[in-house]
């Protein structure tokens, strides 16, 4: 729909000037209607009061598509939402950020996943990967190259913009950075890879909770929908994904509209599970009793996901007896590297210097950087 700045500015009552371009045929009766009810509103809010108030029914008075939550990766994110993607380093966050991008540019579905697709720009803004990280994934090592959509735009930092001292800090900068790409692309998708990389602190979840309440704030502004992708701590395998393994503060799920997790199998190698962890709009179809098994795999110089199939997550969880041998092993392997001998990790562990031998035997033929050949036991 155009906008005409003259109706605010002309002398006329708005509703002549609504009636002479219709007759001009500059706009059409449903557009002039639209308008007066946008001139309406307006006049009523007062910006400089902190609230907005309406009765309960106006409130109910929404326009009808607004009320559908069209869907961009089947439950776990829909349109319109601030969404929060968390895993563990080198899992495949930014694997599958990028193949939902692909996704949604396309219209194509993933994996039986519904999704709408997009015909406006979407950005993904990606913090991790070099320029030939990002070639390497998507191609056969520089030859046959896949062809992303044209509207479909990878952004990263640049080194050499001077402008981030005119403002007083790095969350001002890249908040008002986005704003100006948002501006100029017109774009209405937005995936950051990843939250972590934008904090000015490591420990604190301060920044990232700021981060968050901006976001939130430029995705009502600009009618958004964003996923952020944020980073778990080290966590105990034995026990399913919850909202408490979000790194920095599980604060910033009260910031975002859903959230779900990615998890790696200690069952089944090289597998991981997509579990939803909140789900505002949506129901939560892939909860602790059913997450979607996938696994990573490249054809046709696509780096992607391949959905499998649904199960329990306990299937996939370390159990109590397989964590004590691999925490006697973690231990084992620890002490043997600080020069231990096989004499003292065994009185340290409390078990037989054969049951140590033994064990780091197995470490030497199965770790990828074995220590020095070790011998017969003393």
Known sequence: MTYYPSYHTAERPMEIELIRSMIRGDITSDEAFELKRKHDEDKEINTDDAFISKTATEWLNVPKEELSFNRLFGTFWSMGELCILFADTNVGKSILAVQIGNSITRGEMIGGLSCTKQTDPVLYFDFELSAAQFALRYSNRGYNTYEFAPHFHRLVINPDAGRERKFASFHDYIINAFENVLVTTKART??????????TSTESGAGAIKLMQSLQRIKQKYNLSILVL???PKRNPARPITRNDLQGSKMLLNF????FAMGESHTSPGMRYLKQIKARNDE???????????????PYSFLKFEMITREPEAAHLLT???QM?????????KL????RSVRQI?????QSRQTVFRVLKKLERTEESAGSPIGDPP
């Not at 937005?190 to 904090?199: A, E, K, Y």
């Not at 041998?325 to 392997?333: A, H, V």
């Not at 065994?346 to 409390?350: I, L, R, S």
């Open 346 to 350: 065994a009185a340290e562990v409390g």
């Open 190 to 199: 937005m995936i950051i890879d990843n939250i972590t990389c934008l904090r």
């Open 336 to 339: 043997h590297a600080e020069g």
């Open 284 to 298: 939560v179809e892939f909860g602790a009793d059913s997450v979607m098994l996938c696994r990573i795999v490249k």
């Open 325 to 333: 041998r691999k925490t006697n092993e973690d231990t084992i392997s």
């Open 256 to 259: 975002a509209d859903s959230a």
């Open 230 to 232: 944020a980073h778990t």
């Open 320 to 322: 109590h007896t397989e």
